[in-house]
Nanobody
């Protein structure tokens, strides 16, 4: 089992920056691909970013590419999402997830409870 706890969400102005964190406990954090997802009111959960176990391979949704940066510190069992130039459309609950990657596909196995990020228009 892996337990994931997000933190760092909040209310920020458009154009501001915010960093959310995901602390993991349980089984070996470094063996998992880690990812961030988000869900806005009335919308389905969508992929935001992911990082392989070494963070050598990172992937981003087109909507956040160039503004968001995913990183992880395996020694601290923690993953981060640095969000810059925030927009109102970034408003959502942000979830972290731990997954198992195989042949180019990641199966997301563990999920956190989410942290709210609000960017008023």
């Amino acid at each position: 089992q892996v337990q994931l706890v997000e933190s760092g969400g909040g209310l920020v102005r458009a154009g501001d920056s915010l960093r959310v964190s995901c602390a993991a406990s349980g089984r070996t954090f470094s063996s998992y691909t880690m990812g961030w997802f988000r869900q806005a009111p009335g919308k389905e959960r969508e992929f935001v970013a992911s990082a392989s176990w070494s963070a050598v391979n990172t992937y981003y949704a087109d909507s956040v590419k160039g503004r968001f940066t995913i990183s992880r510190d395996n020694a601290k069992n923690t993953m981060y999402l640095q969000m810059n130039s925030l927009k109102p459309e970034d408003t959502a609950v942000y979830y972290c997830a731990a997954g198992i990657a195989s042949i180019g596909i990641t199966r997301w196995v563990y999920w956190g409870q989410g942290t709210q990020v609000t960017v008023p228009s």
